[in-house]
């Protein structure tokens, strides 16, 4: 019996389904949420991110996830020797896991600080005191719709590195 790979395997997948359903619940809902309520987002985002660090749990769940698939791929292609690589089933895990590396990097690199900037303009909103100013609104704005885009693009590619690890073994 593998025990290395079945524990490699546990925690790729459950780390895996951790990010990638963490990741639609913050699309779906906590950024439309926080959109919706503008400046009154203040006090929740400052428990989310700062206290309860949730692009802690991001970065951490993600990365459990490409350290454990790129151990099996090395594993799976024989040190990346063989036909395995150039295989159907070589290439979409291979594909997949590109994917599911691009969105690692910019989850840590890009979303985390743009979601960062939101919880700092409001606090600088709740710093200022009364209705914010049109300046700062517009600021805002511009930092949340780069937090929708960036996260879209970011669910996007992990549902296409979750396509090829679904299919991978079948394309025989
Ligand atoms: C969103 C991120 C990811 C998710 C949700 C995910 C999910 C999965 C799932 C469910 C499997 C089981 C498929 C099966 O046994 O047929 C799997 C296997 C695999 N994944 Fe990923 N994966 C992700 C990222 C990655 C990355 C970054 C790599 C690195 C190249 C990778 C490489 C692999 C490999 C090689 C296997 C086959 C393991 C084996 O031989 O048992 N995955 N993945």
């Not at 549902?159 to 991978?168: K, N, T, Y």
Request: hydrophobic share 55%; aromatic share 10%.
């Amino acid at each position: 019996m593998d025990w290395l790979q079945i524990a490699l395997r546990i925690l790729h997948i459950g780390s895996g389904v951790l990010w990638v359903g963490g990741a639609a619940l913050f699309f779906f809902y906590i950024e439309p949420t926080l959109n919706k309520l503008g400046p009154n987002a203040e006090p929740f985002v400052d428990e989310l991110v700062n206290k309860r660090k949730m692009p802690m749990y991001f970065a951490a769940v993600a990365t459990i996830t490409v350290i454990g698939g790129v151990l099996m791929y090395w594993r799976d292609s024989n040190g990346l020797s063989g036909s395995w690589v150039t295989s159907p089933t070589g290439l979409a895990f291979g594909l997949g896991g590109l994917c599911a590396l691009v969105a690692w990097f910019m989850g840590i690199a890009v979303l985390t600080p743009a979601v960062q900037k939101v919880g700092a303009l409001g606090a600088e909103m709740k710093a200022a005191g009364g209705p914010p100013s049109a300046e700062l609104m517009g600021r805002m704005h511009a930092a949340q719709e780069r937090v929708r885009m960036i996260g879209a693009v970011d669910l996007v590619l992990v549902l296409l590195a979750v396509l090829g690890m679904a299919i991978a073994r079948y394309l025989v």
